[in-house]
């Protein structure tokens, strides 16, 4: 069982920064996948980025590559989203998720793959 915790949404202008982290609870989160992911008022909720569980390999929406970096520490159970260049549109509740993935057989950029949740936490950019 694994429990995750959001925190470090905000209000932010278009161009600034925010960093998002997750705190997990569970002796295991070190085996799993970690995700972020965003939901906008009236929209799916969509894959934003993911790290596997050594963080040797990162995956990013192509809407957040080169401006969002993911990143984790396994000895603090947290994951971290760095969010740069933020613009309106990436306005949206961000959830972090965990899961059991292999990224072998599929990207880990669908929702169904993640066991677990987080309340999530707003993000607000104004133009």
């Known amino acids: 069982q694994v429990q995750l915790v959001e925190s470090g949404g905000g209000l932010v202008q278009a161009g600034g920064s925010l960093r998002l982290s997750c705190a997990a609870s569970?002796?295991?989160?070190?085996?799993?996948?970690m995700g972020w992911f965003r939901q906008a008022p009236g929209k799916e909720r969509e894959f934003v980025a993911a790290?596997?569980?050594?963080?040797?390999?990162?995956y990013y929406a192509d809407s957040v590559k080169g401006r969002f970096t993911i990143s984790r520490d396994n000895a603090k159970n947290t994951v971290s989203l760095q969010m740069n260049s933020l613009k309106p549109e990436d306005t949206a509740v961000y959830y972090c998720?965990?899961?059991?993935?292999?990224?072998?057989?599929?990207?880990?950029?669908?929702?169904?793959?993640?066991?677990?949740w987080g309340q999530g936490t707003q993000v607000t950019v104004s133009s």
């Open positions: 998720a965990a899961g059991n993935l292999d990224w072998r057989r599929q990207p880990p950029k669908w929702t169904s793959l993640y066991e677990y």
């Open positions: 569970g002796r295991t989160f070190s085996t799993y996948t």
């Open positions: 790290i596997n569980w050594n963080s040797g390999t990162t």
